[in-house]
């Protein structure tokens, strides 16, 4: 039906067209990666709270927002390759769009982590790296608002986009701080103790800090998108 609308005007009303509904799209995933970061902040709580089952079924709600979240990809990145080789942003949008999937990518990864740690025989994480992960993962989530203030303002109000993307960074940056703390308590933790949940749970703060890095990125290319109308 969108594509059918777009064809009708002109190629200026075309490509605006376009661009409205690649936007709605863009936070539709947003939303859908929100809720994803949602439920991996209640999984890691059923973590430590010793709720293997509740953790089990967390990671398969994680993994089917993932699956919705890669569909949804797949269909906007065909949309954007079919508008006219004039519109400018075409390339942007896409690697907005890539970027949020392998955002989604890195939390359901991050989630398989967690569900590991639930399914062995793993030393429990103690309670100072649990508050650091929490912390961690509520940080991550106010970018993915972040993100989706950024592209609701995108086109109208660059003063507000501007003031998002600099508390993006400023977020950012504290995800990076918690990252290097918990990489230090995690092996002097772990280190004598239990050298397969070390791993895991390395890897888990591993993805959960890619994802920070993403979302970084995606807010960079929103703001470079709002610099050049």
């Keep these: 039906m969108a594509e059918e609308m777009i064809r009708m005007g002109s190629s200026g009303e075309q490509e605006s067209l376009a661009e409205t509904h690649i936007r709605e799209q863009l936070l539709t995933l947003i939303r859908s990666i929100e809720d994803e970061l949602r439920e991996l902040t209640l999984m890691i709580r059923d973590l430590?709270?010793?709720?293997?089952?509740?953790?089990?079924?967390?990671?398969?709600?994680?993994?089917?927002?993932k699956d919705s979240i890669e569909t949804m990809s797949v269909n906007l990145l065909e949309y954007i390759i079919r508008i006219s080789p004039t519109f400018t942003a075409k390339d942007v949008y896409m690697t907005i769009t890539q970027n949020l999937l392998r955002a989604a990518e890195h939390i359901e990864a991050a989630a398989y982590r967690n569900l590991l740690l639930s399914s062995g025989e793993f030393t429990r994480m103690p309670d100072n790296i649990f508050a650091v992960l929490d912390e961690t993962v509520k940080k991550v989530i106010n970018m993915v608002s972040l993100v989706n203030n950024m592209l609701t303002k995108?086109?109208?109000?660059?003063?507000?986009?501007?003031?998002?993307?600099?508390?993006?960074?400023?977020?950012?940056?504290?995800?990076?701080?918690?990252?290097?703390?918990?990489?230090i308590g995690v092996i002097k933790y772990y280190s004598s103790r239990d050298v397969g949940a070390l791993l895991l749970v390395k890897e888990l703060f591993d993805k959960i800090e890619e994802t920070a890095d993403i979302l970084n990125r995606v807010g960079t290319y929103i703001r470079y998108i709002s610099i050049s109308k």
């Design 154 to 183: 995108l086109g109208g109000e660059e003063r507000l986009l501007r003031e998002a993307y600099i508390e993006l960074l400023k977020t950012e940056a504290s995800v990076d701080e918690y990252y290097r703390e918990a990489g």
């Design 48 to 65: 430590d709270e010793g709720k293997n089952v509740a953790v089990e079924r967390r990671y398969t709600r994680i993994k089917s927002i």
